[in-house]
T-cell receptor, first 115, second 114 residues
Framework: EPEVTQTPSHQVTQMGQEVILRCVPI?????FYWYRQILGQKVEFLVS????????KSEIFDDQFSVERPDGSNFTLKIRSTKLEDSAMYFC?????????????FGPGTRLTVL | GNSVTQMEGPVTLSEEAFLTINCTYT??????LFWYVQYPGEGLQLLLK?????DKGSNKGFEATYRKETTSFHLEKGSVQVSDSAVYFC?????????????FGIGTKLQVIP
């Protein structure tokens, strides 16, 4: 069964450093998403992406964040200058359509630790 | 805005016990409802979903019915197993902003003991 994959599974970085989290969505999906979960808190929507453009973003997704689909398979989340409060589990998801009846399929997550 | 409320847990049950995890929601539109499960060390997996009122989603012995009148989507299983130990997330999806977005509950940790 097709699945969303993410790398790395765990990333440790120093405050102020740039990190890139990578995702490979399901191959025939057109809509891509990033979510994050700070330890002990809810999974929160960050951004959605379609047709090489951001379609919606939350207030969390400020200028320090960016997303890109650099080729036909990868979808990346970049944090330019990490802060301690960026420590969280980051989930990538993809869906075939943007209908609310369609399922978003999630990857296993990348645990980001900012020291 | 949209929100999902579920019991935080942890919930500890003996094997073969009956499980209910309550979930209620608030939505501006007419959302689809989901339960996702996260097993230890793994990602979020879709467990079941329902897309309209009175629909029942079911999978692996778990069930949940979309109740529009009570804005609820409670998860039930008649007889839990140790392998059901995981974190369960209630979620809704809508297109109120034009694009699909999933809103999650806090997650309920279930521990099943032999």
């Amino acid at each position: 069964e097709p699945e969303v994959t993410q790398t790395p599974s765990h990333q440790v970085t120093q405050m102020g450093q740039e990190v890139i989290l990578r995702c490979v969505p399901i191959s025939n999906h057109l809509y891509f998403y990033w979510y994050r979960q700070i330890l002990g808190q809810k999974v929160e929507f960050l951004v959605s992406f379609y047709n090489n453009e951001i379609s919606e973003k939350s207030e969390i997704f400020d200028d320090q964040f960016s997303v890109e689909r650099p080729d036909g398979s990868n979808f990346t989340l970049k944090i330019r200058s990490t802060k301690l409060e960026d420590s969280a589990m980051y989930f990538c998801a993809s869906s075939a359509t943007d209908r609310d009846t369609d399922t978003q399929y999630f990857g296993p997550g990348t645990r980001l630790t900012v020291l | 805005g949209n929100s999902v409320t579920q019991m935080e847990g942890p919930v500890t049950l003996s094997e073969e016990a009956f499980l209910t995890i309550n979930c209620t929601y608030t939505a501006t539109g007419y959302p689809s409802l989901f339960w996702y499960v996260q097993y230890p060390g793994e990602g979020l997996q879709l467990l079941l979903k329902a897309t309209k009122a009175d629909d029942k989603g079911s999978n692996k012995g778990f069930e949940a019915t979309y109740r529009k009148e009570t804005t609820s989507f409670h998860l039930e299983k008649g007889s839990v197993q140790v392998s059901d130990s995981a974190v369960y997330f209630c979620a809704l999806s809508d297109q109120a902003g034009g694009y699909q977005k999933v809103t999650f509950g806090i997650g309920t940790k279930l521990q099943v003991i032999p």
